[in-house]
């Protein structure tokens, strides 16, 4: 790991490039502050199904607009989202090898009525820490930091599904449960790489360390 502290996006079931980031760090930095920008992995994450790759999208609103931050994003109860969320991750899931190990603690988080984006994407993160072992502290933001170049400035290319894609192109394969019909399928939340291989999770994150972030 290096001392560093990486600036990085919250992120709602991050993913495996996001991951392979806090495996490669002692200490991360979330940013809060921010004017939350739109289309982004703050508020989503793929996963893979029986049909495809499969986009889920926590609807928020923002209390002040367009200029409202990130950490005062409210998560939006108008339609059950979060029983879709479920219900799609269970059906893409249930059939690989580790998901009843990791379903129960997922299923309570998502399922646990939050007021803030932030505090959901939160919880999320230190389970999914805790489950795949990964020891990096993760802080939040005192102030808005201006983007100024710096190469440890990460809240975009780790949120943006452009860039995402196009840096972890080459990411090494694993089995996944619908390869067999659609082929291996790059970069998606950390669950599907949680679900899949379980426990040799951790050593596959620590394989990332050494790409492009």
């Known amino acids: 790991m290096t001392s560093a502290a990486p ?3 919250t992120a ?9 980031c806090l495996a490669a760090h002692e200490r991360v930095v979330i940013e809060q502050h921010e004017t939350f920008p739109k289309q982004t ?13 499969l986009m889920l999208n926590v609807p928020v609103s923002k209390p002040d607009g367009n200029h409202t931050r990130t950490g005062d994003i409210i998560i939006s109860y108008h339609e059950p989202w979060n029983k879709r969320h479920w219900r799609a991750i269970e059906s893409a899931y249930n059939a690989a090898p580790y998901f009843l190990y ?3 603690g997922l299923e309570r988080i998502i399922m646990t009525r939050y007021d803030r984006l ?7 993160m230190q389970y999914l820490l805790s489950k795949l072992k990964i020891t990096c502290h993760t802080e939040y933001s005192q102030d808005y930091l201006p983007a100024n170049g710096e190469p440890m400035d990460l809240r975009y290319s780790l ?5 995402n894609d196009s840096v972890m192109a080459s990411l090494p394969p694993y089995s996944q449960v619908f390869d067999s019909r659609y082929g291996f ?3 998606l939340s950390v669950i599907d790489l949680l679900f899949n291989l379980g426990p040799e999770a951790h050593t596959y994150l620590c394989g990332l360390t050494q ?3």
């Open 12 to 20: 709602y079931l991050p993913s495996i490039h996001y991951m392979s």
């Open 7 to 9: 600036l990085l996006s």
């Open 211 to 213: 790409l492009e972030i």
């Open 102 to 104: 990791y379903r129960d």
């Open 185 to 187: 399928k790059p970069n």
């Open 118 to 124: 932030v505090d959901l994407n939160d919880d999320l």
């Open 41 to 53: 992995f703050r508020n989503r994450a793929e996963i893979a199904t029986g049909n495809g790759v």
């Open 159 to 163: 949120s943006s599904k452009k860039k």
